[in-house]
């Protein structure tokens, strides 16, 4: 016999699933970054493309992404720099300069269409 705990309807479940991820990773908004500085201040965070800029090293940034990110999000390297593909965004981070750029782009056309 299943205990009554562990009879739920799969929507049901699938719901808890999908609200357990965190909000900051959820539609086109990612984590941001500490102590990283906007690129450009005329862009929101929200925006569909948005850079951001930190001292630390491109793989520190990598690892700290990796670890806040859904699992779902794809990861590749190269060059120094990483780049997740997630379900709405991009995340690029690119050494340049000796500094670190994080790039978010929303996928689906420039204006996330």
Same mark, same amino acid.
């Not at 086109?28 to 930190?54: C, H, M, R, W």
């Not at 997630?86 to 000796?98: A, E, Q, W, Y």
């Given at each position: #016999? ?27 908004? *990612?984590?941001?970054? !500490? ?9 929101? !965070? ?7 800029? %930190? ?16 699992? *779902?999000?794809?990861?590749? %390297? ?13 995340? #690029? *981070? ?8 994080? %790039?978010? #782009? ?8």
């Amino acid at each position: #016999m299943i205990p009554t705990v562990l009879r739920i309807p799969i929507a049901t479940a699938l719901i808890c699933v999908v609200t357990a991820l965190p909000a900051s990773a959820a539609g086109n908004g *990612i984590p941001s970054y !500490p102590n990283a500085v906007n690129k450009n201040p005329d862009l929101p !965070p929200s925006s569909p493309l948005f850079q951001v800029e %930190t001292t630390d090293a491109a793989a520190t940034v990598d690892a700290w992404y990796g670890a806040r990110l859904p699992k *779902i999000c794809t990861h590749q %390297t190269a060059q120094g720099g990483a780049k997740y593909a997630c379900p709405n965004v991009n995340i #690029m *981070i690119t050494p340049h300069d000796g500094k670190t750029l994080i %790039t978010q #782009m929303a996928t689906g056309g420039l204006f996330g269409q």
